[in-house]
T-cell receptor, first 113, second 113 residues
Framework: DGGITQSPKYLFRKEGQNVTLSCEQNLNHDAMYWYRQDPGQGLRLIYYSQIVNDFQKGDIAEGYSVSREKKESFPLTVTSAQKNPTAFYLCASSEPAANEKLFFGSGTQLSVL | AQSVSQHNHHVILSEAASLELGCNYSYGGTVNLFWYVQYPGQHLQLLLK??????LVKGIKGFEAEFIKSKFSFNLRKPSVQWSDTAEYFC???????????FGTGTKLQVIP
C-alpha cells in the first residue's frame, strides 16, 4: 500500500531538547516537503528537497534542520532554537513530473512540556 | 514571492445550500492551482487542480473551481453541500522553480444538517 508514513503521531518536547520527526515514503517521489500547520495560518513551508542529498529552506526554516540521505526518507529535527515548536507538522511528497500534486502524510502533533 | 489569500476563515452553511470559497493569488506569471481538503481526522488530499486549458475544472465529490486569470482568482464552488463536506479547505499555488507550493490560510466549512 503506497503512501507517506509519519511517526510518531504525537510528540512531546522538553525545553532545550532536540526532537526528530520521521517521514518515509514508498511512492518513488523525488521531491519531499515539510510543512507546519498552525490554526488560522494554514500550511507554511519549512524545508523541501528535490533530490537525495539536496534540500532548500522554505519560508520558516529557522530552528529546524533536515537531511535527505535516502530518496524515501526526509526526517525533520526541531532544535532547541525553535522557540515556538508547538504545531502540527505535515510531510508531503510530489510526483516526478512537473504537476506539483502533493501527497500528504497523517501528520505529527508536537507539543512542548 | 507568491502568496495566496483565502478571505473566508470560517463558513457555516445548511445542507443543500450553495458554496463558494474565495481564493486569490499574487503572481503575474503562469501558475498551477490547487484546492486541497482536510476532513476531520484525515490526511490532506487533493480536491481538484488547474494546470492549463479549460478554466472550469471539476474535482471529486461534485466540487468545481474556476480560474479567472484577470482576477487572479480560483474560487471553489459546489451547488449543494452535504454534511459530509464539513472540512477545512486549502487553496494552493505553484509557480515553477523549485517545486515549491504555497498554501492559503485555509477555510473551515461547517455544514449543519
Amino acid at each position: 500500500d503506497g503512501g507517506i508514513t509519519q511517526s510518531p503521531k504525537y510528540l512531546f518536547r522538553k525545553e532545550g531538547q532536540n526532537v526528530t520527526l520521521s517521514c518515509e515514503q514508498n511512492l518513488n517521489h523525488d521531491a519531499m516537503y515539510w510543512y507546519r500547520q498552525d490554526p488560522g495560518q494554514g500550511l507554511r513551508l519549512i524545508y523541501y528537497s528535490q533530490i537525495v542529498n539536496d534540500f532548500q529552506k522554505g519560508d520558516i526554516a529557522e530552528g529546524y534542520s533536515v537531511s535527505r540521505e535516502k530518496k524515501e526518507s526526509f526526517p525533520l529535527t526541531v532544535t532547541s532554537a525553535q522557540k515556538n515548536p508547538t504545531a502540527f507538522y505535515l510531510c508531503a511528497s510530489s510526483e516526478p513530473a512537473a504537476n506539483e500534486k502533493l501527497f500528504f502524510g497523517s501528520g505529527t502533533q508536537l507539543s512542548v512540556l | 514571492a507568491q502568496s495566496v489569500s483565502q478571505h473566508n476563515h470560517h463558513v457555516i452553511l445548511s445542507e443543500a445550500a450553495s458554496l463558494e470559497l474565495g481564493c486569490n493569488y499574487s503572481y503575474g506569471g503562469t501558475v498551477n492551482l490547487f484546492w486541497y481538503v482536510q476532513y476531520p481526522g484525515q490526511h490532506l488530499q487533493l480536491l481538484l487542480k488547474y494546470f492549463s486549458g479549460d478554466p472550469l475544472v471539476k474535482g471529486i465529490k461534485g466540487f468545481e473551481a474556476e480560474f479567472i486569470k484577470s482576477k487572479f482568482s480560483f474560487n471553489l464552488r459546489k451547488p449543494s453541500v452535504q454534511w459530509s463536506d464539513t472540512a477545512e479547505y486549502f487553496c494552493a499555488v505553484y509557480t515553477g522553480g523549485y517545486q515549491k507550493v504555497t498554501f492559503g490560510t485555509g477555510t473551515k466549512l461547517q455544514v449543519i444538517p
